[in-house]
Nanobody, 124 residues
Framework: QVQLVESGGGLVQAGGSLRLSCAASGRTFSYPVMAWFRQAPGEERELVAIITGTGSSTYYSDSVKGRFTISRNNAKNTVYLQMNSLKPEDTAVYYC?????????????????WGQGTQVTVSS
């Protein structure tokens, strides 16, 4: 079992920055792939970024590439999402997810554990 707890969401003006954190506990060493997804009201849950177990490989959706950075500190069992140059269209609930695999996936159906989500609101 893996437990995930997100934090760091909030209200920010367009052009601002936020850093989300996801604290993991449980058998995280067995399930190294971590990802951030987001879901806006009335929309499908969409992938934001993926990071492998060592952090050596990352993947970003086109909508956030160049603005967001995913990273991890395995000593602290924590994954981060640094979000810069935020836009109103980034407004969503952001979820941390864990996959029982060594390779990532862009589909939320392929992830096994989820956090409760943290709200990010970007005002124009």
């Amino acid at each position: 079992q893996v437990q995930l707890v997100e934090s760091g969401g909030g209200l920010v003006q367009a052009g601002g920055s936020l850093r989300l954190s996801c604290a993991a506990s449980g058998r995280t060493f067995s399930y190294p792939v971590m990802a951030w997804f987001r879901q806006a009201p009335g929309e499908e849950r969409e992938l934001v970024a993926i990071i492998t177990g060592t952090g050596s490989s990352t993947y970003y959706s086109d909508s956030v590439k160049g603005r967001f950075t995913i990273s991890r500190n395995n000593a602290k069992n924590t994954v981060y999402l640094q979000m810069n140059s935020l836009k109103p269209e980034d407004t969503a609930v952001y979820y941390c997810a864990n996959r029982r695999a060594v390779v990532g996936s862009t589909s939320p159906r392929d992830y096994d554990y989820w956090g409760q989500g943290t709200q990010v609101t970007v005002s124009s």
